[in-house]
């Protein structure tokens, strides 16, 4: 059975930074595709990164620069560094597997349960 737990969340001040973690379990790790997506409360789900099995990112417009994605996959582990954050970086971040999907967009086949993130201003 397929679990991703995802760790790291908080609340942090505007300009503050935090990484997310995500864990994986149940199938070959090496071999998928990871993501982070994030969902703010009346929005929808949004692609922030992902990484595929040779480690090449992909970013979206909103956060390159500022985020990195990393993974470990001797510790079938996903990470998110997140530097300069502001209030619209305030969402439930989930991590996401799967073997094919399109990087950035929502249809990968396993999804994680979320870490809050909230930045105030």
């Known amino acids: 059975q397929v679990h991703l737990v995802e760790s790291g969340g908080g609340s942090v001040q505007a300009g503050g930074s935090l990484r997310l973690s995500c864990v994986g379990s149940?199938?070959?790790?090496?071999?998928?595709?990871m993501a982070w997506f994030r969902q703010a409360p009346g929005k929808e789900r949004e692609g922030v990164a992902s990484?595929?099995?040779?480690?090449?990112?992909t970013y979206a417009d909103s956060v390159r620069g500022r985020f990195t994605i990393s993974r470990d996959n001797t510790k079938n582990t996903l990470y998110l560094r997140m530097n300069s954050l502001g209030p619209e970086d305030t969402a439930m971040y989930l991590c996401?597997?799967?073997?094919?999907?399109?990087?950035?967009?929502?249809?990968?086949?396993?999804w994680g349960q979320g870490t809050q993130v909230t930045v105030s201003s």
């Open positions: 996401a597997a799967d073997r094919y999907a399109d990087s950035l967009r929502p249809y990968y086949d396993y």
């Open positions: 149940g199938f070959t790790y090496s071999t998928y595709k």
């Open positions: 990484i595929d099995n040779n480690h090449r990112p």
